[in-house]
């Protein structure tokens, strides 16, 4: 037991010899450029949450698009493939309608975000 102890308070007085060697901050701004200061680093490349955002806004609108393109695929093969079938030639059509409408809203994403931000006061 004593044994343990003396190992544990020779860490602890070991750990504490490095106490005011360097400040460490880790609410610094990860866009300064050092200053001296040791700062965390940031795990994120963004230095605010906008920026964050945007980059999100932007991965979605990409994705979007992406989206877009493979449902007119899909509509226009239920319309070639429903043959005499009414029913596939109506689903194919309704696929294409919603995608169209869909990419309105994926190209208006940053105008409808910018209004909302307006609102909100940001």
Known sequence: MKAKRKI??????????????????????????????????????????????????????????????FMVIVGGLFIMFGGANPKYFEKGKNIITWTVLGLFVVLFARGILAVIRFVMGG
């Not at 544990?8 to 610094?28: I, N, P, Q, R």
């Not at 040791?38 to 980059?55: A, D, G, W, Y």
């Open 8 to 69: 544990m308070v020779t860490v602890f007085a070991f750990l504490m010899s490095f106490a005011g060697t360097a400040t460490v901050y880790a609410d610094c701004n990860p866009c300064d450029n050092g200053n001296g200061v040791v700062c965390i680093p940031n795990p994120l490349r963004f230095c605010s949450i906008q920026e964050l955002l945007t980059e999100i806004t932007n991965l979605l609108i990409q994705l979007g698009l992406a989206l877009v393109a």
